[in-house]
């Protein structure tokens, strides 16, 4: 496994990471339990996206739209681990408690953040008895695979079943798909910055960065039609 990492504006971090350069073990270790940290203690050095309210902005706009019965293609069987996908989870829960919806496992599938497995899961929801007329999807490539199920059961993204992917992928707009998404240049521009600050003041406490997020509304989502 290689661990790269591409900071060649700024000397000093340049310089820190060139200490691991002569240990690639001691490298790696050190790489993967500062990601194990960023990623699921909520309290260490981390830059991230506010993946809840991702969640919640996906959700609203689909009950905006007049939905009800909105599926979930989360990435592996939940609860998990990832915080950032259960956060989303979080996110599309809460949403509909507040708008006096039941959870419903009927409408839950797991896409294993793939375009196959969301092609896989997007079938399984409309395989079941009432299947859901919304969907949203943890990422967008487990969306692109559900537009892909729905056009092979001919069935039109957005008037017969509307889905919402989560990332912001540059093949987002080619598909038309709906999307939430991430700054993913400013959040490795200011995991950077927090990292610096770190080296400066290794005693300080951590900094976690929640970030905004943007929902670009595309072809993929419309109105419920009546059935």
Same mark, same amino acid.
């Not at 240049?185 to 521009?189: K, M």
């Given at each position: 496994r290689t661990v790269?990492? %591409?900071f060649s504006s700024d000397k000093k971090l340049r310089d820190a990471i060139c200490d691991f350069a002569g240990d690639s073990w001691r490298a790696n270790a050190? *790489? !993967?339990q500062r990601y194990r940290q960023l990623r699921t203690d909520g309290k260490s050095l981390s830059s991230v996206a506010d993946d809840q309210l991702g969640g919640y902005l996906a959700t609203r706009h689909l009950l905006d739209l007049g939905h009800r019965r909105i599926g979930l293609i989360s990435g592996r069987p939940l609860p998990t681990p990832f915080r950032p996908e259960e956060n989303r989870f979080l996110g599309y829960r809460d949403t509909l408690v507040e708008a006096g919806l039941a959870l419903d496992s009927d409408l839950e599938a797991c896409g294993h953040f793939t375009? #196959?497995?969301g092609e896989r899961a997007m079938t399984t929801l409309l395989a079941r008895p009432n299947p859901p007329t919304a969907v949203f999807a943890m990422s967008d490539e487990m969306a692109f695979g559900a537009l892909r199920s729905l056009r092979a059961h001919g069935l039109e993204p957005g008037r017969d079943v509307s889905v919402v992917g989560f990332d912001g992928h540059e093949m987002a707009e080619h598909l038309d798909?709906?999307?939430v998404v991430q700054p993913v #240049? !400013?959040?490795? *521009?200011r *995991? $950077? !910055?927090a990292l610096l600050a770190a080296l400066d003041n290794p005693g300080a406490e951590p900094q976690h960065v929640v970030l905004p997020l943007d929902m670009v509304v595309r072809g993929s989502t419309a109105l %419920? %039609? $009546?059935r």
């Open positions: 790269t990492f %591409r050190w *790489a !993967e375009t #196959e497995g798909l709906t999307t #240049e !400013e959040i490795g *521009a *995991a $950077a !910055e %419920r %039609r $009546a």
